[in-house]
């Protein structure tokens, strides 16, 4: 994944395993130097356990428009606020667009878009029929009342076995943060209308991005390990077993005296 910042404060930052700080301070694992912030702001990492951010207690962070508490996942498209310094989550590479794509497979028989932000956090629109227009005016076959999204924002489409998404003129679109006109979606896929953020989501698909996880993600008595920690070795009982054999035999040795011992 890249992190990417929408105003210029820093170069996009590649994180392919490992970690990365952001913070005012150099050095003390600070990467990514910013002034203005905390002196670690935040640390994104990926790895095994997928992708995730974790928050020092005394810095305010916002996924999404939504607060985090030490420990979030997230995926591509999000888009984190470190104060007053914004940073996009995007995916290694664009998603195809409908023309560059081949034939696709049966489409899964239900889909549904869960809001990721504001009003529509954790609602599911459901994808029914093919072509679904998106949009906050009446012509809209699902309407999102949210800000920057316009009357007929965008067409849903299941096209040769695949769901595409198209703009309509003018209309900002972004795929798992890459900003485009259209786009051929698989499940887990981050689409943004404006300022709405929706995630796509196939019961019985497989899902291509991170675990998730609530944008306010519950704290956390600590941090995830780096992506690199070694996993720590099976314990091994067999000193306790021993003890306990041992323990045993001395028993039955005791017992065997006193009752077999020759009396005075």
């Known amino acids: 994944m890249r992190l990417t910042f929408p105003n210029g404060e820093h170069a ?6 490992g970690q990365v700080g952001i913070g005012s301070a150099i ?9 203005g912030l905390a002196p670690l702001h935040a ?15 005394d810095a305010r962070v916002v996924l999404n428009a939504r607060t985090v508490r030490r420990l979030a996942w997230i995926r591509p498209g999000d888009l984190v606020c470190l104060g007053s310094v914004q940073v996009r989550i995007e995916s290694d590479a664009p998603p195809p667009s409908p023309a560059a794509a081949g034939p696709g497979v049966e489409v899964p028989p239900r889909h549904v878009l869960r809001g990721l932000n504001g009003s529509w956090f954790g609602c599911c629109l459901p994808l029914a029929a093919s072509p679904v227009v998106v949009g906050r005016g009446v012509v809209a076959d699902l309407r999102l009342d949210a800000a920057g999204v316009l009357d007929a924002h965008a067409r849903f489409e299941a096209v040769d076995g695949r769901w595409t998404v198209r703009a309509s003129a003018g209309a900002p679109l972004r795929v798992n943060g890459h900003a ?5 979606l698989q499940s887990g896929d981050q689409i943004e209308l404006g ?15 991170a675990p998730t996880m609530s944008a306010a993600a ?23 077993y021993l003890l306990i054999a041992a323990a045993a035999a001395l028993a039955a040795a005791l017992t065997a005296f006193f009752v077999y011992a020759p009396q005075a």
Do not use: N, Y
Not at 12 to 17: E, G, N, R
Not at 27 to 35: H, L, N, Q, R, Y
Not at 43 to 57: I, K, L, N, Q, S
């Open 12 to 17: 996009a930052v590649l994180i392919d395993q």
């Open 27 to 35: 050095g003390g694992g600070t990467v990514v130097a910013i002034p």
């Open 43 to 57: 640390v994104f990492a990926c790895g095994r356990r997928g992708r995730w951010m974790t928050v020092p207690e």
């Open 180 to 184: 485009v006109s259209a786009a051929v």
């Open 195 to 209: 300022e709405q953020r929706l995630l796509l989501e196939s019961p019985g698909a497989t899902a291509h991005t």
């Open 218 to 240: 519950p704290q956390a008595a600590a941090p995830w390990p780096a992506a690199d920690a070694p996993v720590p070795p099976a314990k091994d009982l067999s000193g306790v």
